[in-house]
């Protein structure tokens, strides 16, 4: 059974940068063809793609956070992370990391973190 785990701080200054970690247990991170996924949730936006690290280390980021947004991973730790820079309360959210697998030409998600809330205020 492969788990998900989301951690990182709650509370985030405006301007400053948001960084999460997904720590995967029961299947390993670099196996293929696995997309390591971030999501994000909020009441305004509904659910929001942040991007992916596929299997190989490529990524892949949404067009609208592209330019805030870095996805790593470390492979000793089985860990991919995500950091979202300059943000404003626009991304407050909850945040998910998924496990992604190809179908029919998308993705589908079969496993899921329980996700952590992230607010960005002073």
């Known amino acids: 059974q492969v788990r998900l785990q989301e951690s990182g701080p709650g509370l985030v200054k405006p301007s400053q940068t948001l960084s999460l970690t997904c720590t995967v247990s029961?299947?390993?991170?670099?196996?293929?063809?696995?997309?390591w996924t971030w999501i994000r949730q909020s009441p305004e936006k509904g659910l929001e793609w942040i991007g992916y690290?596929?299997?190989?280390?490529?990524?892949y980021y949404s067009p609208s956070l592209k330019s805030r947004t870095s996805i790593s991973r470390d492979t000793s730790k089985n860990q991919f992370s995500l950091q979202l820079t300059s943000v404003t309360p626009e991304d407050t959210a909850m945040y998910f990391c998924?496990?992604?697998?190809?179908?029919?030409?998308?993705?589908?998600?079969?496993?899921w973190g329980t996700g952590t809330p992230v607010t960005v205020s002073s």
């Open positions: 029961g299947g390993s991170i670099t196996a293929s063809y696995f997309y």
């Open positions: 690290m596929e299997y190989s280390g490529r990524v």
């Open positions: 998924a496990r992604g697998l190809s179908d029919l030409g998308g993705l589908r998600y079969d496993f």
